[in-house]
């Protein structure tokens, strides 16, 4: 098997680290690396497809696996909706495969380039996290290869200790290997998306509140930049799948070619080239004038259908977006906040990030639900996600800026999220997780990998290195 | 105070544990070879004092736990690991290279700084064993830690190489003929990886001191003209890293005075005395 030596990145550019690449094809080459990094001496962090802002698929010094060569959809069963996948198929080649016969993933993420191995690695969630849960939620089975070398089968029967906890447990307790996944049947290609404003933070997270009941997905995008009695307001976008009859051509919608983002704008303009266009704009002033237009433009309520792909995957929108923020490159603070503490909690971080003359330059909003996941990021509540461009200029402030941020959602009961936040420690990953779940988690880990091969600088972050 | 009773007064940062490098606090991550005492353990003051997390090598154990438990105190955080070591176990440096590596969770900067001078003892003097010696630490231990470090600057197309030569290498004189070739060769060394890995994105700097108040310079002969203190070394070179410079001398008045002397005809210069 072929080692190389190279440069990896996380998504946002914010990181770097040296690693010695392997990229194994089956599950006996991903037992043959764990050989070889035991015989050198070396660490283990499986990765996907380094679409996390921090550091979880990261492992400075040490054996990255790069799983993207196990793509492989094993089986699909159109009449159950179960797929059965390595776990390097992204959620792209997932939904192309099983959206024109009238299927799509239960959960996605903002982009589709993520990995399933990954999205289960951090227990992803998506829009529709109030309603569905995370994809976890959503696995019927999987195979993974523990470190000592045992294939172990997991469901939320067999295994079930490790199932809760090796989802959501960033690739620390072994490697994923096969992954079934239950789809969600639809009946259109199209779905029928709300849009209206909220003037302000209260009515921002009533309308999330009040609106996921009615809607399939709900999502909210909060102007970072207004304040005073504008503070937190923004525009909601809640969507919900068209019943059987509301499509009159749902073989029509379901088609790739009605699906798939289109690669230019304007019809002409290549979109690869767009991320050259924002930089200019990648600054407190610039982003201000983005943020109030969007404002403005969000403000007549309307109602429309739009394709799931173009609903589901902005991030993909323009390609290499994050590559605008430049060499500094960006980072994404994610709080999760219980109902009743959020608004408090929110007013308190949007005013400070104001203040200090650090605006965030994008937030998100989502509506969430509690999970039975070991290392669970969910609340009964909301999150805001906000983006923060990074300048050597502005390190030390920002750091100190996001500590006051943990200090509050911790004093106010939340959470956080590792496929975002870079910046936590150990003592606050402690102080959410709690000490029992970190302790059990901790006891798994020695059961699964006594010899400590698994790490990625994520995980000596949070949890240390073995003793 | 003893090394001991010094680390009993407060506890130890965790070494096993150096502080982690996040987008907001990013850790610069360096190996000092020959950092037991004079400039390379100045250098690790410095570097330590900036933030970077250090892995020091050396000969002399008692000394290097000694500077990493002073670095480590003061920072109150594992800045410093200690990894005693002698440069001429050639076979030994790939693979430390490759855990300390691991152990710091990558690398940004490597400095070879170990070097001996032993001198003949005279212009009449003839010592092979003595320029055995020097070629060996100076040169082929520079070797033996920079190719390995410099294949993997390549392959991730960043990083950064300092290799400490000498004023001493500019010219061969009658003092000291070992001595000169060991420095000789590392300057060209350095040039070559110079050549091979700009192009990769690797700076490559070379550095000629002029005396430094050292252990070394106890074994010079005759006048030590413009000695400073290794601190003022250090200095010099940290700066000189920060501009991605190729090459300096420290002092830099250093880089006049060599120039004249490069440009001494040889039938001037076989009838000198220095």
């Known amino acids: 098997m ?112 993520t990995t399933l191995g990954g999205c289960l690695a951090a227990n992803i969630h998506g829009k529709n996290n109030f309603k569905m849960g995370t994809i976890g939620e959503h696995v019927t089975q999987f195979t993974a290869l523990l470190p000592t070398g045992a294939k172990i089968t997991c469901s939320p029967k067999k295994n079930a200790d490790l199932f809760y906890a090796m989802i959501g447990g960033y690739g620390m307790l072994g490697v994923f290997t096969s992954i079934t996944l239950r789809m969600k049947r639809i009946h259109s290609g199209l779905l029928t998306v709300d849009a209206f404003p909220v003037p302000n933070l209260s009515r921002h997270l009533s309308a999330l509140l009040d609106g996921a009941p009615n809607h399939d997905y709900i999502v909210g995008w909060l102007d970072t930049m207004a304040g005073g009695s504008s503070l937190g307001r923004g525009q909601i976008h809640a969507a919900r799948y068209l019943h059987e009859s509301e499509d009159p051509k749902p073989q029509e919608t379901m088609k790739l070619k009605n699906q798939i983002l289109p690669p230019q704008i304007f019809g002409v303009f290549p979109k690869g080239l767009l991320h050259y266009f924002m930089t200019p704009f990648a600054n407190n002033l610039g982003w201000w004038g983005v943020n109030v237009a969007k404002y403005i433009a969000s403000l007549p309520k309307h109602t429309f259908r739009q394709p799931h792909a173009a609903f589901h995957f902005l991030l993909d929108y323009v390609p290499n977006w994050e590559l605008s923020y430049g060499r500094g490159g960006l980072i994404q603070y994610q709080s999760f906040l219980p109902k009743e503490t959020a608004e408090a909690a929110w ?121 | 105070m003893t090394s001991q009773s010094f680390f009993n007064e407060v506890p130890l940062p965790d070494l096993a544990n150096p502080a982690p490098s996040t987008p907001l606090t990013p850790r610069r991550r360096g190996i000092i070879v020959g950092a037991s005492e004079g400039i390379g353990a100045a250098l690790a003051r410095k570097l330590a004092q900036e933030g970077y997390v250090l892995a020091l090598l050396g000969r002399q154990k008692k000394k290097l736990t000694a500077l990493c438990g002073e670095i480590n105190q003061s920072a109150g955080e594992a800045r410093a690991i200690p990894h005693p070591h002698d440069v001429t176990q050639y076979d030994e440096a790939p693979e430390l290279l490759r855990k300390i590596v691991a152990d710091l969770g990558g690398l940004d900067v490597i400095v070879f700084m170990a070097g001996v001078n032993y001198p003949p003892g005279g212009a009449d003097k003839y010592n092979f064993e003595n320029d055995r010696k020097m070629v060996e630490v100076n040169l082929l231990g520079a070797m033996a830690w920079l190719t390995p470090a410099a294949e993997m600057f390549q392959n991730a197309k960043a990083g950064q190489i300092v290799g400490i030569g000498s004023v001493a290498g500019d010219r061969g004189r009658v003092g000291n003929p070992g001595y000169n070739t060991s420095k000789a060769g590392v300057h060209t060394y350095l040039e070559a990886l110079r050549n091979r890995l700009t192009r990769h994105g690797v700076n490559v700097l070379t550095v000629k001191p002029g005396f430094v108040k050292t252990e070394m310079l106890k074994a010079a002969q005759g006048a030590t003209p413009f000695a400073i203190e290794p601190e003022k070394a250090a200095n010099d070179i940290y700066n000189a890293m920060r501009r991605r410079k190729q090459t300096i001398y420290t002092p830099s008045l250093w880089r006049y005075v060599m120039f004249v002397i490069q440009h001494i005809p040889s039938f001037i210069f076989r009838r000198l005395s220095f």
């Not at chain 1, 979880?56 to 196990?70: R, T």
């Not at chain 1, 089986?75 to 776990?87: I, K, Q």
């Not at chain 1, 509540?381 to 941020?405: C, I, P, Q, Y």
């Open chain 1, 347 to 467: 007013t308190e971080i949007l005013q400070m990030s104001k203040k200090r003359g650090m605006p965030s330059y994008l937030g998100v909003t989502k509506r969430h639900r509690p999970d039975k996941f070991l290392l669970t990021h969910a609340v009964d509540g909301f999150s805001l996600a906000l983006d923060f461009k990074v300048t050597d200029a502005n390190r030390a402030k920002l750091r100190a800026m996001l500590e006051d941020f943990d200090q509050i959602v911790l004093a106010n009961g939340g959470r956080f999220y590792f496929a975002k936040n870079s910046e936590t420690t150990a003592e606050t990953a402690l102080a959410f997780y709690g000490k029992s779940a970190v302790a059990k988690f901790k006891k798994l880990k020695k059961r699964c990998d006594p010899n400590g091969l698994l790490e990625s600088d994520l995980y000596r972050r949070i949890f240390g290195r073995q003793e």
């Open chain 1, 2 to 113: 072929r080692t190389t030596f190279t440069q990896l990145e996380n998504f946002g550019h914010s990181l770097r680290a040296p690693s010695y690449l392997i990229r194994p094809k089956t599950t006996e080459e991903i037992h043959a690396a764990f050989k070889q990094a035991k015989q050198l001496g070396l660490t283990v962090a499986a990765r996907g497809a380094g679409r996390s802002y921090n550091d979880a698929s990261l492992n400075g010094g040490g054996i990255a696996l790069d799983m993207s060569a196990m793509n492989q959809i094993l089986e699909w069963d159109t009449g159950s909706g179960l797929a059965r996948c390595e776990p390097g198929v992204t959620l792209e080649q997932l939904w192309q495969k099983v959206e024109p016969e009238g299927w799509w993933p239960p959960v996605v993420s903002g982009t589709m380039k």
